[in-house]
T-cell receptor, first 112, second 112 residues
Framework: NAGVTQTPKFQVLKTGQSMTLQCAQD?????MSWYRQDPGMGLRLIHY???????DQGEVPNGYNVSRSTTEDFPLRLLSAAPSQTSVYFC???????????FGNGTRLTVT | GESVGLHLPTLSVQEGDNSIINCAYS??????FIWYKQESGKGPQFIID?????DKRQGQRVTVLLNKTVKHLSLQIAATQPGDSAVYFC???????????FGKGTRLHILP
């Protein structure tokens, strides 16, 4: 099993550009989430989903959109990138909301 | 290279000694706690979890202790090895919603 797969691994954007960070899991997990990780800040929750068709906001949702059309995929969209969104982004999944998360290896995003 | 965790507290432990990593939480309603290990360039990896109806749980070489009175969580690693060198995060669920919120992390440095 591949687990949680994130693409791309690295991305550089100019301010104002849009892009989608992809996340797919093959473990049939209902719960998926997105975190960003900045130096000294730990991981902060952006958005999460408890199942297909259901999404909710985390701690830092502004500037990001998500959708969950299938159980397997949970893409994160940046509509108009800003330098403050420079970070490492991690997608995670688990079989239930309150259970151990399985993380992908992250996408390192730089916005110039 | 490693760019996250530049300003994290660091615990230095002699190889072979036991390590104790601490975490304080503020929400007395939190009912699920997890410890993760993050190595350089990778996503966090689940170590062990504990629910609020327990005060101790043991895994392979690891023990988690939960003190609800003082809202304190600790991770004990027995006979610390070079491969234990990483950043360790505690995370919690507040018992009200489906969010898993992370603490800021502690870097564990193993001395030869």
């Amino acid at each position: 099993n591949a687990g949680v797969t994130q693409t791309p691994k690295f991305q550089v954007l100019k301010t104002g550009q849009s892009m989608t960070l992809q996340c797919a899991q093959d473990m049939n997990h209902e719960y998926m989430s997105w975190y960003r990780q900045d130096p000294g800040m730990g991981l902060r929750l952006i958005h999460y989903s408890v199942g297909a068709g259901i999404t909710d906001q985390g701690e830092v949702p502004n500037g990001y959109n998500v959708s969950r059309s299938t159980t397997e995929d949970f893409p994160l969209r940046l509509l108009s990138a800003a330098p403050s969104q420079t970070s490492v982004y991690f997608c995670a999944s688990s079989y239930a909301p309150v259970s151990p998360l399985h993380f992908g290896n992250g996408t390192r995003l730089t916005v110039t | 290279g490693e760019s996250v965790g530049l300003h994290l507290p660091t615990l230095s432990v002699q190889e072979g000694d036991n390590s104790i990593i601490n975490c304080a939480y503020s929400n007395s309603a939190s009912d699920y706690f997890i410890w993760y290990k993050q190595e350089s360039g990778k996503g966090p990896q689940f170590i062990i979890d504990i629910r609020s109806n327990m005060d101790k749980r043991q895994g392979q070489r690891v023990t988690v202790l939960l003190n609800k009175t003082v809202k304190h969580l600790s991770l004990q690693i027995a006979a610390t090895q070079p491969g234990d060198s990483a950043v360790y995060f505690c995370a919690e669920n507040n018992g009200r919603d489906d969010k898993i919120i992370f603490g800021k992390g502690t870097r564990l440095h193993i001395l030869p």
